[in-house]
């Protein structure tokens, strides 16, 4: 590589969240066979447990979109002392469950910067759906993660942010970075593996096949529809 809280316990949270998914212009090109999305992760000490959580949820993000086009994804994180990684595009859940199992979180600082960065590198080759992040803190400057959010937002890129832990200064940050991107940050806890799940998947589908493919998901799936139940409609379609 280079560089069991029911979902029913945070209804505003996981509310507001997916009515942003829905309400985010879809950017899957006709001619672009899979969605393609950027799974990033802090890989800092503190987030070892979050790691294997999330180990055990990537498959269900192959699984949900097998009949859409599927998916293409590229793990990315940051550890260490200055260390930023981002692996090959993969399209089957085996690899990506390979790759994360290699990895071992150590301590340093967060490099958000450097995974947006990335982001905005991917883009300019070919187009990316969404890059969704899970992490606990920030620990840099947030005028400058807010404008590389924002310089995502024009390029119709929505970050899609999952914050572990109740830390204020990154959450004023990760909401405010989601909403220059167009698109949304939610909260969720270690014993929030259903919900995890459940965000994961909506933005896999939403990445494979924008906002039609998420309203039939929906339809398909009675929790993701009672939580989209309040919705006005989408700013954009596929």
């Known amino acids: ?31 672009q ?17 979050t790691w294997n959580m999330a180990c055990e949820l990537q498959a269900q993000m192959f699984e949900v979109v097998a009949d859409i086009g599927g998916l293409a994804v590229q793990l990315c994180f940051y550890r260490g002392i200055g260390e930023c990684r981002a692996s090959r595009w993969m399209t089957q859940a085996r690899q990506l469950q390979q790759s994360m199992s290699r990895v071992r979180c150590m301590a340093g600082h967060t490099q958000i910067a450097r995974v947006l ?5 991917e883009q300019a080759k070919q187009p990316v759906n969404a890059l969704a992040f899970v992490g606990d803190s920030m620990e840099e400057n947030p005028d400058t993660l807010c404008q590389l959010a924002g310089d995502l937002g024009i390029m119709n890129v929505p970050i899609f942010i999952f914050q572990e832990g109740h830390d204020l200064q990154a959450r004023q940050t990760f909401t405010e970075m989601a909403r220059l991107s167009g698109g ?55």
């Open 1 to 31: 590589m280079s560089i069991k809280k029911d979902l029913a316990s945070q209804p505003d949270d996981i509310n507001g969240f997916i009515e942003k998914v829905h309400q985010t212009p879809a950017t899957v090109s006709p001619l």
């Open 33 to 49: 066979a899979q969605g393609r999305l950027i799974f990033a992760l802090d890989a800092t000490a503190s987030r070892q447990s």
């Open 117 to 121: 960065k990335h982001t905005r590198i």
């Open 184 to 238: 949304a940050c939610c909260a969720f806890d270690q014993n929030s593996v259903e919900q995890l799940r459940m965000l994961l998947s909506a933005v896999a589908v939403y990445a494979a096949g924008g906002y039609q493919a998420l309203s039939s998901y929906s339809e398909k799936h009675p929790a993701l529809a009672r939580l989209s139940g309040q919705l006005k409609g989408p700013r954009g379609k596929r």
